[in-house]
Nanobody
Framework: QLQASGGGLVQAGGSLRLSCAAS????????MGWYRQRPGKQRESVAL???????NYAESVKGRFTISRDSAKNMVYLQMASLKPEDTAVYYC????????????WGQGTQVTVSS
């Protein structure tokens, strides 16, 4: 299970850090990611990180958001800076494992609201 937290209301230009706590080990999870669903839009990928530490970001957040993972604590973080009103969304944590022991697990989501 994944538990996302850290959302809230922030002014444009502000920062927030989202946390995702996994109930089990994430050391064997191939990709941990943050996704978001903006009002009236489909869920989209925001940031991904592999077990090897490789990262991938949506173009709209590059240079502003940073994803990190702490396998020892089974935690994944999303540091968000220079927030814009269009970053307003529900943010979800995801864990994917490929191969024989497939996994595709979602957290419950945390609301981020950026006011202009």
């Amino acid at each position: 299970q994944l538990q996302a937290s850290g959302g809230g209301l922030v002014q444009a230009g502000g920062s927030l850090r989202l946390s995702c706590a996994a109930s089990g080990s994430i050391s064997s999870v191939n990709v941990m990611g943050w996704y978001r669903q903006r009002p009236g839009k489909q869920r989209e990928s925001v940031a991904l990180i592999t077990t090897g530490g490789n990262t991938n970001y949506a173009e709209s957040v590059k240079g502003r958001f940073t994803i990190s993972r702490d396998s020892a604590k089974n935690m994944v973080y999303l540091q968000m800076a220079s927030l814009k009103p269009e970053d307003t969304a529900v943010y979800y944590c995801n864990a994917k494992r490929f191969g024989n022991a497939k996994l595709d697990s979602w957290g419950q989501g945390t609301q981020v609201t950026v006011s202009s």
